[in-house]
């Protein structure tokens, strides 16, 4: 678990993992394990051997690790890096989730933010590789359009993974240099996910919307459109603030630019 008071508290993510957590080895730098905590079904981890913490960057060997295992799954990723982001665990790592497992049917049908994106570029035939979706237009955020010839290469060959990353990679440091943490700033945490179609980015201040006994807590799989609560009562804040309501509550505000 993230540790804010420097306690020692065991690393779920260093081997000898729990009885039947680890799936394999993904790539040299990355291992692959099941979510003990899972949302649906087929919900992995991906971790790093070494020890990286969840503030540091995402670099050239997590996108290419991540690449690989979207592609065999047809899933898409998300990561949330730093306190404000809703990462409870300080060792790096990716999660993936296939889009099937949300009840989406394989390529021809998107998590909701995607579908939202896809018909927003294509009736208003945005032709830049990066934009913002209106809907989000309270909060800092970008979309990064992903090269779908590389796309296809990964899927077809595990080779193409090497391209895709490096594309991923840069897609990624646009989006956070655009939205002002051009040097990473480590205290700026933010919600990432990567689609088939796009990588999205957005800025976050706080990791959860409280009041009074309610709480809803917010990570990247929630700018996915998917929010999730732990109890009933819960649910009355999320329909007192509405899904983006409450992802405008977490997010840094546009009026900050």
């Not at 809803?216 to 509405?242: I, P, Y």
């Amino acid at each position: 678990m993230i540790n804010k008071d420097n306690l020692p508290q065991k690393d779920p993510f260093v081997p000898p993992f729990e009885n039947g957590a680890y799936i394999g080895e993904v790539t040299e730098t990355h291992h692959l394990i099941f979510n003990k905590f899972s949302v649906c079904e087929r919900h992995v981890i991906i971790i790093t051997k070494d020890f990286e913490k969840q503030i540091d960057p995402l670099n050239i060997d997590d996108f290419k690790a991540s690449a690989m295992v979207m592609a065999s799954m047809k899933a898409f990723m998300f990561f949330n890096s730093g306190y404000n982001s809703g990462a409870s665990i300080m060792h790096k790592h990716m999660q993936v989730i296939p889009y099937e497992s949300m009840k989406a049917d394989g390529e021809s049908t998107f998590v909701p933010v995607e579908q939202a994106a896809l018909k927003y570029i294509q009736e208003e035939n945005i032709e830049a590789d990066t934009f913002c979706l209106p809907q989000f237009y309270k909060f800092k955020h970008l979309f990064h359009k992903i090269d779908q010839e590389l796309v296809k290469a990964t899927y077809d060959s595990e080779d193409g993974a090497d391209e895709l990353s490096e594309h991923l990679e840069a897609a990624y440091w646009t989006c956070l240099k655009k939205l002002g943490n051009e040097e990473h700033n480590i205290e700026q945490s933010y919600s990432l996910l990567v689609f088939k179609n796009f990588l999205f980015v957005a800025l976050r201040r706080v990791e959860a919307v409280k009041d009074q006994n309610m709480t809803v807590t917010v990570n990247s799989l929630g700018f996915a459109g998917t929010h999730a609560v732990k109890r009933e009562e819960d649910l009355m804040l999320l329909s007192k603030h509405s899904p983006v309501g409450i992802l405008e509550l977490v997010s840094t505000p546009t009026a900050d630019y």
